[in-house]
């Protein structure tokens, strides 16, 4: 096997191992009774009620739940598509672990042009109960999803104030939308990677010009 086939292996082997980890229960444990829950029951009260703007419980607003509601939308159109039960319920979560893993890899490569510290940070969501465990990667919860988004707008902002000014524009829109974004995943929560951009963007040398222009 010469050295190009072995990374392509090795590349493979760890999103393999990845994905297994979330994947090899999935579908097995029921409905957890919490946010996973309540969410579930909201998306199939959504598309049988086609209300799309809030969640809401027999046509009146659910004001147990207040998130945002982009994340039942994707729980609406995975129902949609696998019918209404378990793995349907987790399947947004498991789509956004996988493009976190892509994410990762591909910024790996990209920027530091390493293919081990892209296969280690594959494999580092495996092995951390940070991502595999309850509330996380096994669930149909909201954090995964926020963790992609914040994960993306706080490695895009690094990229927008490493090249600036070049593709200033590009980047701050992209930026705006990937906010914009998370803060509909999860509200509040999906703004507070922000603030630490703002800190780090003041402490760099000609901080105040990224904010001011």
């Given amino acids: 096997m010469n050295q190009k086939d072995f990374k392509i292996l090795l590349i493979i082997l760890a999103f393999s191992f990845s ?37 809401n419980i027999e046509g009146e607003p659910d004001y147990h739940d207040v998130k945002p509601p982009l994340q039942l939308w994707l729980k ?11 793995f349907a319920v987790r399947f947004p979560t498991l ?8 994410l990762m890899y591909f910024f790996a490569i990209k920027y ?3 293919i081990k510290l892209g296969v280690l940070l594959v494999l580092f969501p495996a ?6 465990n309850y509330h996380m990667a096994w669930h ?10 914040t994960t993306l707008y706080i490695l895009i902002a690094f990229l ?32 507070a990677p922000a603030f630490g951009i703002v800190i780090y963007i003041i402490i760099k040398k000609s901080g105040l010009l990224y904010l001011i222009i």
Avoid at 127 to 132: E, K, N, P, Q
Avoid at 164 to 189: D, E, M, N, R, W
């Fill in 19 to 55: 994905l297994f980890q979330v994947l090899h229960r999935m579908g097995e444990e029921q409905i957890k009774i919490w946010d996973e829950s309540s969410a579930a029951r909201n998306a199939v009260e959504m598309m049988h009620s086609e209300i799309y703007l809030y969640a």
């Fill in 76 to 86: 609406v159109l995975s129902f949609k598509l696998l019918g209404v039960n378990e």
């Fill in 95 to 102: 789509i956004s672990y996988f493009l976190l893993l892509l």
């Fill in 112 to 114: 530091f042009q390493s």
């Fill in 127 to 132: 092995v951390s109960l940070g991502f595999v």
């Fill in 140 to 149: 149909g919860d909201t954090d995964i999803l926020l963790t992609l988004s």
């Fill in 160 to 191: 927008f104030i490493q090249e600036f000014p070049q593709k200033k524009l590009k980047y701050a829109i992209t930026l705006a939308i990937l906010v914009f974004t998370s803060y509909f995943i999860k509200s509040i929560a999906g703004l």
